[in-house]
């Protein structure tokens, strides 16, 4: 059997005191919450966010990120080299194809043949690499002669 407390009960007499939390928030932005703030007279502090409403930014931090750009990387990227410039027309001349046929083949826009051939392509490993296969000629590394 359990065994019962055996000692004197005695009761707490004092009192206790809850307190309401404070609002949250979300509960101090809300309307209905406001207007009975409002109705019932207490405090109701309202504050102008900086450049609310405006729908500019300033031109200060393009600027400043243009020069962080400027800084950290180098000033001109690598540009597909005169002999592989050469190569791509050359082959693609004895193929009887146009800069689109080569596009359609190696799934690109004619765009990007047409940058490659006039030097003005970064370039690109991957789209080497189909040039290569499409046209059968060399175009990485070094020429073996």
């Given at each position: 059997?359990?065994?019962?407390?055996?000692?004197?009960?005695?009761?707490?007499?004092?009192?206790?005191?809850?307190?309401?939390?404070?609002?949250?928030?979300?509960?101090?932005?809300?309307?209905?919450?406001?207007?009975?703030?409002?109705?019932?007279?207490?405090?109701?502090?309202?504050?102008?966010?900086?450049?609310?409403?405006?729908?500019?930014?300033?031109?200060?931090?393009?600027?400043?990120?243009?020069?962080?750009?400027?800084?950290?990387?180098?000033?001109?990227?690598?540009?597909?080299?005169?002999?592989?410039?050469?190569?791509?027309?050359?082959?693609?001349?004895e193929k009887k194809m146009s800069q689109a046929q080569l596009a359609k083949q190696?799934?690109?826009?004619?765009?990007?043949?047409?940058?490659?051939?006039?030097?003005?392509?970064?370039?690109?490993?991957?789209?080497?690499?189909?040039?290569?296969?499409?046209?059968?000629?060399?175009?990485?590394?070094?020429?073996?002669?």
């Amino acid at each position: 059997m359990p065994s019962r407390f055996s000692g004197t009960v005695t009761q707490d007499w004092e009192p206790v005191v809850l307190h309401k939390s404070k609002p949250k928030g979300h509960d101090l932005r809300d309307p209905k919450a406001l207007n009975q703030a409002l109705r019932s007279g207490a405090q109701v502090q309202t504050v102008k966010k900086f450049d609310a409403g405006a729908n500019k930014k300033p031109p200060a931090t393009v600027v400043n990120a243009r020069k962080l750009d400027e800084a950290a990387e180098p000033a001109a990227l690598d540009r597909v080299g005169l002999e592989v410039r050469q190569a791509i027309q050359k082959a693609r001349i004895e193929k009887k194809m146009s800069q689109a046929q080569l596009a359609k083949q190696i799934n690109e826009l004619p765009r990007v043949v047409q940058e490659y051939e006039n030097g003005k392509a970064v370039p690109n490993q991957a789209v080497l690499a189909k040039m290569e296969r499409v046209l059968g000629v060399k175009l990485r590394g070094k020429a073996h002669k």
